[in-house]
T-cell receptor
Framework: EPEVTQTPSHQVTQMGQEVILRCVPI?????FYWYRQILGQKVEFLVS????????KSEIFDDQFSVERPDGSNFTLKIRSTKLEDSAMYFC????????????FGSGTQLSVL | GDSVTQMEGPVTLSEEAFLTINCTYT??????LFWYVQYPGEGLQLLLK?????DKGSNKGFEATYRKETTSFHLEKGSVQVSDSAVYFC?????????????FGTGTRLTIIP
């Protein structure tokens, strides 16, 4: 089965630093998402992306966050100035069709902000 | 807003035991309901889903029935195996067309001992 690939699997950074989390969605998918899970809490929706623009974002996704699809294959999440509370597992997902409810998830990037 | 509440873990069972992981939800309208599974080192994978009341989703011996009257979607398996050890997430999508955003529960870690 095709896979969503995320790199790195673990990222450690200092508070205030910028981080970029990378994702390679499934090649013919059109819809892209970021979710995150803070340890012990629920998996939370951050943002969805379609046709080179954000289609929906949550309250968590403030001005410190941005997403980009810089080329035909990568989908990135940037956190401009990380805070301690940004420490979480970040999951990328993609899907082929709006209304097709099967999302394919990557294995996640564990971000630790020190 | 929409929310999902699932049984807190961790859950430890012996092989061949009967499994139930409870999940209840709060949502307006008629959400679609899902169980996702995350095996160690892997991404979230769709295990089963149900899109309307009284539907039963099933896969790999797991079942869950969409109960609108009790707003529940409990996951069951008659005889668990060591290979079922994973984290299980209950989730829903909203009733609006094209609303593919998933709302997750906290996840339940299941460990099966031989």
């Amino acid at each position: 089965e095709p896979e969503v690939t995320q790199t790195p699997s673990h990222q450690v950074t200092q508070m205030g630093q910028e981080v970029i989390l990378r994702c390679v969605p499934i090649s013919n998918h059109l819809y892209f998402y970021w979710y995150r899970q803070i340890l012990g809490q629920k998996v939370e929706f951050l943002v969805s992306f379609y046709n080179n623009e954000i289609s929906e974002k949550s309250e968590i996704f403030d001005d410190q966050f941005s997403v980009e699809r810089p080329d035909g294959s990568n989908f990135t999440l940037k956190i401009r100035s990380t805070k301690l509370e940004d420490s979480a597992m970040y999951f990328c997902a993609s899907s082929g069709n709006l209304g097709n409810e099967k999302l394919f998830f990557g294995s996640g990037t564990q971000l630790s902000v020190l | 807003g929409d929310s999902v509440t699932q049984m807190e873990g961790p859950v430890t069972l012996s092989e061949e035991a009967f499994l139930t992981i409870n999940c209840t939800y709060t949502a307006t309208g008629y959400p679609s309901l899902f169980w996702y599974v995350q095996y160690p080192g892997e991404g979230l994978q769709l295990l089963l889903k149900a899109t309307k009341a009284d539907d039963k989703g099933s896969n790999k011996g797991f079942e869950a029935t969409y109960r609108k009257e009790t707003t529940s979607f409990h996951l069951e398996k008659g005889s668990v195996q060591v290979s079922d050890s994973a984290v299980y997430f209950c989730a829903l999508t909203g009733s609006n067309f094209g609303n593919e955003k998933l709302t997750f529960g906290t996840g339940t870690r299941l460990t099966i001992i031989p």
